[in-house]
């Protein structure tokens, strides 16, 4: 089983957070060590975090943000458990996902996901 996307690099997956089901397109980020972080306003509608972690961003300023335990599913893989940070401005996936897949980018063409 695999997943392809023509849209290098990204790919669409669903997220479950905060009882809601997310469908959206993602940028796999292979210098992220974390899960996934989502822009704020995509998951923070009032409901508390779980938490907050810091964090260093690519610039060196450090940040604390808030983050919700959830559920990813990348095409019909079943959903693996993951912490969403809420921080930036973009859907980001880092290796705390994809180190369980094997990734492959085709020269700069498509991303194929497989177990």
Not at 94 to 99: A, E, F, L
Not at 104 to 111: A, L, N, T
């Amino acid at each position: 089983m695999n997943l392809i996307s023509s849209r290098f690099p990204y790919v669409r997956v669903t997220l479950q957070v905060l009882q809601r089901n997310l469908k959206v397109e993602v940028l796999l980020d292979t210098g992220f060590d974390g899960d996934i972080t989502v822009p704020p306003e995509m998951i923070l509608n009032g409901k508390p975090p779980q938490g907050y972690l810091p964090w260093t961003l690519a610039n060196g300023e450090e940040v604390n943000a808030p983050y919700f335990l959830g559920k990813i599913r990348i095409g019909k893989f079943e959903p693996i458990s993951v912490l969403i940070t809420a921080l930036g401005d973009e859907p980001l996936v880092g290796r705390g996902v994809t180190d369980r897949f094997k990734v492959i980018f085709d020269h700069g063409r498509k991303v194929i996901v497989e177990l």
